[in-house]
């Protein structure tokens, strides 16, 4: 089969969050399956252009109708880790992707609406006729809106479209000069409640809900999310539009790229292990704490924390989680980002509180190296998010046998089973620690259950790590659950 995936990142060589990595790992997966794949982004100027092979003019003065007259782009071609990938590179003076940032400007909509277009343009210049364009998030929910309302009509009648949300919270929106900028036009059809207008802001559309609306096939990154977005009020408003079109909707938990995440081949961790060499998984917790200037007690387990510093994550429980883990004598590891000003200089501001305690550290920032020796150092990574579509961290943890402890929500609930209290599991199943209220009692709880089995039932706590390694949370069993869907919606 042949798939294109459009998406505004690609891990990685762009990568923000899980997104990148889904993108990459699934790509793989299809190509290893023998599927020909090719990935669209955009050419943002900050990207990581080390990653990138072969980097080579494609298709000069690409003509991408914008606003009745046109902008002309460069689109650039290169291999990512042996994923074919294209890059749009427009020329205007919009300057689209040369802010520095893949997101975060006051004109997201615009710029990822004329990526949309721009890719749609480039597969009709191109004559490329995939059988399935792949689209994910809302910054491609265009995609198979203009595909079906502008291109169908250009000989592109026969390409399907997935739509696969990352994210809910993020929709996308904009007003009518988005309809004028695309050449969808005609105001009057658009703002239609079953079409993209906003299900709350009739003066609004919504970039998201038209990737719902019109996509052969929708689905979020996990079965537990899907039914949270559609039952629950992690849909942000769209649980109407879920609803409406249940029938195509679905959930398929991300994988984890095992060839990149692998403590038995990780080239960025100084102690390689397996679950039958796991005695070696501490001279990586060395390594973490003589690069991390932390003191060296055997009678101190490690806690970290990696990912987003934002309020999907449940910052003030991370945050809480700090102080509850230097409370109980444990040791704790965080890195993380935030965008939000509020929240960064709120953890610069615990960053130098903690400057010089040789129990704790706080990295702020973006280190892919240092997520891995970190993964492999930890003896807990703690993920106690408000709402988790899916969660890689987790994941990533259970392979470095690293245990998760979780909140219930999203994909954790998919993937984390409780050690004392899962009732779906048998006790030999069961791989980490979950909590289920926002509350920090909740996560105390669930922190110093794993803490006091660390501490006073060594052997059960290398049983449980062990189960976690058993784990298999690779592309395979997702890789194919895409395949199904792509071989579904072709044949309709
Ligand atoms: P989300 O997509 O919501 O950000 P996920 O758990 O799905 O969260 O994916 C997070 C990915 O990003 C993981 O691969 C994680 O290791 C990585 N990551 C998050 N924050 C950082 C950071 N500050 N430095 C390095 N890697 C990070």
Redesign the pocket.
Known sequence: MYIVQVASECAPVI?????G?VVYGLSRELEIRGNTVEIILPMYDCMRYDHIWGLHEAYRDLSVPWYGAAIRCDVFCGWVHGRLCFFIQPKSQDNFFNRGIYYGASDDNMRFAFFSKAALEFLLRTNKRPDVIHCHDWQTGLVPVMLYEIYKWHGMAHQRVLFTI??FKHQGIGGVDILWATGLNNEEYYFQYDRLQDNFNPFVLNFMKGGIVYANHVNTVSPHHAWEAHYGSEGYGLGHTLHTHSYKFSGIL?GVDYDIWNPEIDKYIPAKYTAETLENKVKNKKALRDRLGLRHDPEKPLICY???LDE??GVHLVHHAIYHALLRGVQFVL???ATERGINDWFWHEKNFLYSNPDAHLEL????E??HLI?AGADMIVVPSNF??????QM?GLKYGTVPIVRGVGGLVNTVFDRDYDENHPPEKRNGYVFQHTDFQALESAMDRAIGLWRYYPEEFEKLVLQGMAYDYSWKDPGAAYLGVYEYIRHR
């Open positions: 990568k923000a969050g899980g997104l990595d990352h994210n991300n990696i990912g987003r999907q994550k890195l993380g980002s920032g973006f280190n892919e240092l997520s993964y988790e579509p899916c969660g890689l961290t990533i």
